[in-house]
């Protein structure tokens, strides 16, 4: 596997087998003793504080980076090795356990919901806020539930089938999540989804809260293209026109999104009516997502977000903007055409939009009766 490099891991033999794949984070820190700082250790030593995975019936084996990073450095390339080590080794287990920074986990919980395209098994990231090694870690639960909820099965099939972000006791479609909080063992939050799963004794799994896939391909069909000429600008009161104005003149930029108040309102004025008019005539997609951190853009409420429509700003609806910064990058790399990237982006692809909201189309949709996996 490029870029990983096999821990040969077998806590115990069950059932149900599931891979880890450790790229890093907080959870697998442990201080430097001449400089004091947090550094990354190797999956072999977390896991030896974690004795209950041997014991928890399910076979694990584990991968790590070869080099174990602090999320901050996280790029594309690294969510295309997760895509690909997913896909070489998705017929050789039930599901998937990415042990993840909780720094950038959205946006790779997000860029990986895109590029897998319908997964039928659970690939779910996890973290922690204190190194695995401390008193009172978060690490160890974040762990042990990932683990078991990759194993958890319904009627024989995987109950979680896509990407899923656990932390806090709770499991998150992992395209709704946002990190909320530096220091909280509640640090990941889920504003527009509800949890599908809350960990408490027992595991509750909201059901109609699930997404299915609209078909379950022997090999998930990756689409490892990102393009990463793609802006995120946040408007302020007194933001410079001429700063954005040079910022939109970068001659590769592709897409922007444009984090706006409220539910998806911008200044009147005519200095930015002219800047986006020129970006959209110069073909840049424009994905229009809220500053607030729940809810979404609804464009026909104010009069102040029916400018933005008119100059070919496309409504993000509820996404977060971690889902459309990852969703734009993913669908300016499938085509060219803007009525297709539009379609797309407003689109439902993998839950990262409530279709209620605007009405939407959605590829597939909550769980229902469920889909033949094929394994
Ligand atoms: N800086 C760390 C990271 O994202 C923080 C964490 O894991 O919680 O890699």
Known sequence: MKGLRDMGLEASQGERSILVIYTGGTIGMVRDKVSGALVPLDFSQVSRHVPELAHAGIRVEAVSFESPID???VMPKHWRSLATTIAECHASFDGFVILHGTDTMAYTASALSFMLGDVC???ILTGSQLPIGVPRTDGRE???SAVMLAAHATDGRPTIQEVAVYFGNHLFRGNRTHKESAQSFQAIISPNHPPLVEAGVDFEINRPALWRPSHCPRVPELNLGLRTEVAWIS?????SMDWLRRSLEWEDLRGMVL????SGNAPTSELLRNVLRQANERGITMVNVTQCGHGGVHPELYATSHMLAGCGVIPGHDMT??????????????TDDNETIRDFMTQNLRGELTPSFAGVSQAHGPAGAGLPVEM
Not at 235 to 239: D, N
Not at 325 to 330: D, Y
């Open 71 to 73: 999320s901050s450095d």
């Open 121 to 123: 098994k659970p690939v």
């Open 142 to 144: 974040n762990l042990l």
């Open 235 to 239: 408007l302020f009161p007194g933001m």
């Open 259 to 262: 984090a706006t108040y409220g």
């Open 321 to 334: 903007t971690e889902a459309a910064l990852t969703k734009l990058m993913h669908v300016l790399a499938l």
